[in-house]
């Protein structure tokens, strides 16, 4: 952390006296003042609940302007890296922090193919859950359950434990999204191919079956990996918090990952695409581009209690540049599987259009983010709605355990406790009941 020349002083109405504040800079974004001596030089805590204005880490891997809409992973623009790298290259980049030359790449993919399988007794663990649970339930169980057959990786004060368990999460993931979703199907599980590329081998474990050959299509492949690469990192989101406030303790690193799925299940997180989904489709339902008007009015009603999933975001005050590389996407891939007229779509634009329009939102500074395309692609290629955001999470997966290798490595990493403001009773006595 650079010390900025600049210092922050804290004064008080009450004539106490002023306390004065390091102030670090950043090699881009805005500066933060240092308040750990505050408690210590005042007795008083700060208050900042949702983390409005609170910097809880200093981190080296993704950096995103909400005002000018980007997101640079390890420095290079998303646009570029969505374009140039597959998500294997993605992965390198944000575990290694430089993309990989050809000889490095070669030796990672075929590192991460070699972890591919899970241990034969997963599947007994999986066959404990209903057929019709949710896929995020069900990937909460089996993260965390990776730490009882892979013990000999969980030391985290051991660098290549860390490294391990990375690749394991990295190369597991889809292993573990495929089979609760065959699970769910009542259809047998596909063992990983290492000799496909890690989303066409995603995409044979998903939607092959023993009886058949399979043919992996590269349009869908290649849609599919652009939604892994746009999802693999966004620096402090909740679920990125989570992983590390759950780490901090010193927990292993799949009970801290399993953390990360659970906090991203949540619709203001990773839950938004199966919500925004669900939500065009039941406007589709309604009467669709007719009834557009009437429900952004909806929308706009604060009684009402709905909100249009897939819009607004805490960092973005404008574009959410994933959400454009999305929308791109999505028009390839109906184009190229025949589906340029499909009625979501449509919805989906003509919804986005009125929004952009209306001064509500406009005032706001609401725009589309990241899920508001990414159901329509995903139902494209035939991912049912409930697996949307287990596929969010197999990609975030390499973002969860970069920043938890980042803090576990921070010399300065500390137990997460945060404070608060008690308004609860005072000292009572328990009354004697007769
Ligand atoms: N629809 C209608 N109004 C909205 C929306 C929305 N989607 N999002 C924000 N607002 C309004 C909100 O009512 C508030 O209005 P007012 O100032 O009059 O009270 C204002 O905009 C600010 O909203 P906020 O809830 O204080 O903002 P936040 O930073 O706490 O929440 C958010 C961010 C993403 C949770 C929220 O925008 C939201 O609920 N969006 C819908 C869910 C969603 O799409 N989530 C995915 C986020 S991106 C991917 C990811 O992180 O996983």
Redesign the pocket.
């Known amino acids: 952390m650079k010390l900025s020349d600049k210092k922050a002083i804290l004064s008080f109405s009450d004539g106490s006296k002023p306390v004065e504040f390091p102030i670090y800079d950043g090699t881009v974004g805005p500066q933060v003042i240092d308040i750990r001596k505050l408690y210590g030089q005042t007795g008083m805590f700060t208050y900042d609940p ?1 983390f409005l204005s609170t910097a809880a880490c200093a981190s080296a891997i993704t950096y995103i302007d909400g005002d000018k809409g980007e997101v640079l992973y390890r420095g290079y623009p998303i646009e570029q890296l969505a374009v140039n790298c597959d998500f294997m290259d993605i992965c390198y980049l944000i575990l290694n922090g430089d993309i990989p030359d050809l000889a490095q790449k070669k030796e990672f993919d075929t590192l991460v193919s070699h972890h591919t399988m899970v241990h034969e007794q997963m599947q007994f663990f999986l066959r404990g859950f209903r057929r019709d649970a949710h896929p995020m339930a069900v990937l909460t169980g089996l993260v965390g359950a990776l730490a009882a057959f892979y013990h000999d990786s969980t030391d985290i004060t051991n660098p290549h434990h860390r490294h391990v368990s990375a690749i394991r999460l990295i190369a597991k993931m889809p292993t573990l999204v495929a089979m609760a979703y065959k699970y769910s199907q009542g259809q047998p599980f596909m063992y990983p191919d290492n000799s496909l590329s890690y989303t066409g081998n995603f995409l044979r474990m998903m939607f092959a079956n023993p009886c058949e050959p399979y043919v992996v299509n590269p349009v869908v492949e290649r849609a599919l990996d652009r939604i892994f690469i746009l999802h693999a990192d ?1 620096e402090q ?1 909740a679920s990125t918090s989570t992983v590390r406030l759950c780490g901090s303790s010193g927990t292993n690193p799949f009970a801290a990952m399993a953390a990360g799925v659970a906090c991203l299940w949540g ?4 839950g ?1 695409n199966e919500a ?1 989904l669900q939500m065009l489709e039941q406007l589709q339902a309604d009467g669709g581009l007719a009834k557009v008007g009437h429900f952004m009015e909806q ?1 706009k009603d ?1 009684n009402s209690g709905v ?8 960092v973005y005050k404008n574009y959410d540049p994933r959400a454009k590389l999305m929308q791109q996407t999505c028009k390839e891939v109906l184009a190229a599987l025949g589906l340029e007229n499909d009625p979501l779509f449509k919805l989906a634009m003509e919804v986005e259009r009125i929004a952009l329009e209306d001064p509500y939102f406009v005032e ?1 500074k ?1 725009y589309p ?3 508001f395309y990414s159901g329509i692609v995903q139902r494209a290629i035939g991912v049912p709605t409930a697996l949307f955001t287990a596929i969010f999470a197999l990609a975030r997966t390499v973002g969860w355990i970069a920043q938890w290798n980042e803090m576990i490595s921070d010399p300065e990493y500390k137990i997460g406790r945060p404070r608060q403001l008690f308004e609860g009773p005072t000292t009572r006595q328990v009354p004697v009941r007769k």
């Open positions: 949702g966004h989101n619709p203001a997180h990773g938004a925004c929308v604060k909100r249009l999933m897939g819009f607004g975001h805490r706001r609401l983010n990241v899920d």
